[in-house]
């Protein structure tokens, strides 16, 4: 069965440093997002991709993060420079949208992010 | 603003009893989910809810969507051990890129 898949599973950091989390998505999906889980809480949006642009973004995903999608498979997150609130657990999710066709995100299992 | 609240945020039970999750959203909302989530490991989607009245079932878990009241319920039957976990419900923006908005999620625990 397709899946999503994240590098790496555990970053550890140091606050002022740039990181790039990396994730495939499913390869005939459309939308690609980013979420991040800080420990013990709930499940945020950060971004979402659609078309090679982002097309939604949270008031979480200031100017410090970017993505990218470098190729056809990969799709990335960028921190320039982590702080320590940065913390978190980052999912990938995909999904496809085809006309009617009921759709659902795939979640990656997540990079955890350790900022030191 | 979609926003989504869950509760119990906490669930302590035992074997073989049944307990009720109930998540409410704050404006209209195309679909609900329900995703399982066990310690440090990713989301488990569960269930997708389409429209008024849909219930779905998969084993010892019931979820259901009323869209008029903005209530999806997630029913447990006869607990078992293994349902020990963080049961987070969403709810899709309408429109846009279509984002899940998470509830704070219900951490259960079935104790033998």
């Known amino acids: 069965e397709p899946e999503v898949t994240q590098t790496p599973s555990h970053q550890v950091t140091q606050m002022g440093q740039e990181v790039i989390l990396r994730c495939v998505p499913i390869s005939n999906h459309l939308y690609f997002y980013w979420y991040r889980q800080i420990l013990g809480q709930k499940v945020e949006f950060l971004v979402s991709?659609?078309?090679?642009?982002?097309?939604?973004k949270s008031e979480i995903f200031d100017d410090q993060f970017s993505v990218e999608r470098p190729d056809g498979s990969n799709f990335t997150l960028k921190i320039r420079s982590t702080k320590l609130e940065d913390s978190a657990m980052y999912f990938c999710?995909?999904?496809?949208?085809?006309?009617?066709?009921?759709?659902?995100?795939?979640f990656g299992p997540g990079t955890r992010l350790t900022v030191t | 603003e979609l926003k989504v609240e869950q509760n119990p945020l906490f669930l302590s039970m035992q074997e073989g009893k049944n307990y009720t999750i109930y998540c409410n959203y704050s404006t209209t909302s195309d679909r609900l989910y329900w995703y399982r989530q066990d310690p440090g490991k990713s989301l488990e989607s569960l269930f997708v809810?389409?429209?008024?009245?849909a219930v779905k079932q998969e084993g010892r878990l019931m979820a259901s969507l009323d869209t008029k009241a903005r209530l999806s319920t997630l029913h447990i039957t006869a607990a078992v051990h293994d349902l020990s976990a963080t049961y987070f419900c969403a709810a899709i923006t309408q429109g846009g890129s279509e984002k899940l908005v998470f509830g704070k999620g219900t951490k259960l625990t079935v104790n033998p």
């Open positions: 999710a995909s999904s496809v949208t085809q006309g009617a066709l009921i759709y659902e995100q795939y």
């Open positions: 809810l389409l429209s008024n009245g």
């Open positions: 991709f659609y078309n090679n642009e982002i097309s939604e």
